[in-house]
């Protein structure tokens, strides 16, 4: 990168804010940025043994570990981005300092977490897999190109407990009044630190700029304090350097809202100082811990008759529900099946999902995932969605194909479709794939995967497995 296009201003206020390490913090441009991925968790994770085979496949023969996340490893050369892996959502790309605000969260078991400024996706999937059974995840994203790319994030990282929504923090705030435990603001800034990585947020920057986006995080800031229970935790997060937008941001909230406090120091991730692009992170603590406590058990926010008139599409009568559990019981093992029967049914126009523990009404707001999408209805019957193959194991589906090789992974990644002949000669030459021919009797959907690991869904038919893999995700 080009010293002499950084903004003079820019410079200036580093230079001042920074002192004798100026030189360093400067030298850091003429570098490469930093890159990591950070591999899945949560009741899919991928295991260390397997993590260290993938890092090898994807040619990072000296995997440095990012001190501040789980999963997460450093590389250089690798393009993992453009591996199987990624598409098959093995792991995020993300950038390393990025990582370190989600685990400030600490959620816990039963818990209702909001990531108020969630796209692309990065902060979310992190939480997702650091949250426990039981728990809700609602991701909301304003603008709403963002939020798709969001949505299609979470479905990628096979994530089952995730709102995806698209609405200001304003209009959140007025239908959910401390109903959060815990709330993730990574507010919108002057990316300051994303100079290296992203030119365009350098020819975007100004003073003028630093003040906009300082003046919009009060009020983002504002409408999450009103978001969270009494002894909730709020964890505020910038990928800037400016003091208006970190420790101004911060001092200002606490003097608007003296409810709450800062139990701990904030954290500055500074590029000359540690490998990342930089990030600001501060914890901030609503009072009454005792409250916090109790709600754990509590339900959400109750349905008006009006919202039970329209039903939100909640699948309620007994036929339709023995419709799922019918369909279920045709591709998933008995104990899976039973799992997401437990959840609340919904049917989104021809679109049926399985909503996450304690969910509130979606009534009214810009959805755009409303939690596991499971399947599509067609005429007279239910087609199984790609999020929930995604979201499976090898193990859970009731048939199931394992691919031989990458070849053949890439091969059906591409659309193709297979013959069970050839399936069943590679499982005779030792590959041990299972023969999709036979698993139970008869044609049918069956999970296709590769390392165990799925890919998307497939239709037995006459021999055939045809691809089901989503057009549009194809490689």
């Keep these: 990168m080009n010293l002499s296009s950084l903004p003079a201003a820019f410079a200036a206020r580093m230079e001042d804010m920074l002192g004798d390490e100026w030189p360093a913090f400067l030298s850091e441009y003429e570098k490469r940025a930093e890159t990591a991925l950070r591999f899945r968790g949560g009741r899919t994770a991928v295991p260390p043994s397997l993590q260290e085979e993938l890092l090898t496949d994807l040619g990072i023969t000296d995997p440095q570990p990012v001190p501040w996340a789980k999963n997460a490893w450093y590389y250089e050369e690798a393009q ?15 950038e390393p300092s990025a990582m370190a605000a989600a685990p400030k969260l600490c959620p816990e078991a039963g818990e209702r977490v909001l990531d108020l400024c969630a796209a692309p996706g990065g902060k979310s999937s992190q939480l997702a897999d650091l949250m426990l059974p039981g728990s809700l ?45 815990r709330i993730l603001v990574d507010a919108p800034c002057s990316g ?36 969270l229970l009494p002894g909730g935790r709020l964890v505020y997060s910038t990928c800037t350097f400016s003091r208006e937008e970190d420790e101004g941001s911060v001092a200002r909230f606490l003097e608007r809202h003296p409810d709450f406090s800062m139990p701990e120091e904030p954290v500055r991730l500074w590029p000359h100082k540690s490998r990342g692009e930089g990030h600001f992170v501060a914890v901030l603590q609503k009072e009454g811990a005792e409250e916090l406590m109790a709600s754990h058990s509590s339900a959400p926010p109750k349905r008006s008759k009006r919202e039970k008139t329209n039903a939100d599409g909640l699948l309620t009568g007994k036929r339709e529900k023995e419709e799922v559990r019918r369909f279920l019981s045709e591709i998933l093992t008995p104990g899976t099946a039973e799992e997401v029967m437990q959840h609340s049914l919904l049917r989104f126009g021809d679109q049926l999902y399985a909503l996450p523990p304690q969910c509130p009404p979606l009534s009214g707001l810009r959805v755009l995932r409303p939690g596991l999408h499971l399947g599509t209805y067609k005429k007279n019957r239910i087609e199984p969605a790609y999020a929930l193959a995604l979201w499976l194991s090898g193990k859970e589906a009731l048939r199931c194909a394992d691919l031989p090789a990458g070849e053949w992974a890439e091969r059906w990644m591409q659309g193709e479709s297979l013959s069970v002949e050839t399936i069943r000669a590679a499982a005779a030459e030792g590959a041990q794939a299972p023969d999709p021919a036979a698993q139970p009797p008869g044609d049918g959907w069956c999970l296709v995967t590769y390392r165990q690991r799925p890919l998307s869904w497939g239709k037995l038919s006459y021999g055939q497995l045809k691809n089901h893999m989503p057009r549009g995700l194809r490689r």
Excluded at 80 to 94: E, K, N, S, T
Excluded at 205 to 225: K, T, Y
Aim: hydrophobic share 40%; net charge negative.
């Design 192 to 227: 300051e630190g994303m100079f290296r990585k992203n030119p365009l947020a350098m020819e975007e920057w100004s003073p003028e700029q630093v003040q906009v986006c300082a003046d919009r995080q009060d009020d983002i800031l504002d409408c999450a304090a009103r978001m």
């Design 80 to 94: 993992p981005g453009r591996a199987l892996w990624h598409d098959m959502g093995l792991y995020y790309i993300q």
């Design 137 to 181: 995840l609602i991701s909301n994203e304003i603008h709403p190109a963002r939020a798709k790319i969001l949505s299609q994030n979470i479905e990628r990282m096979g994530i089952g407990h995730a709102v995806v929504t698209s609405e200001t923090p304003d209009r959140l705030a007025e239908r959910f009044p401390a109903f959060f435990h």
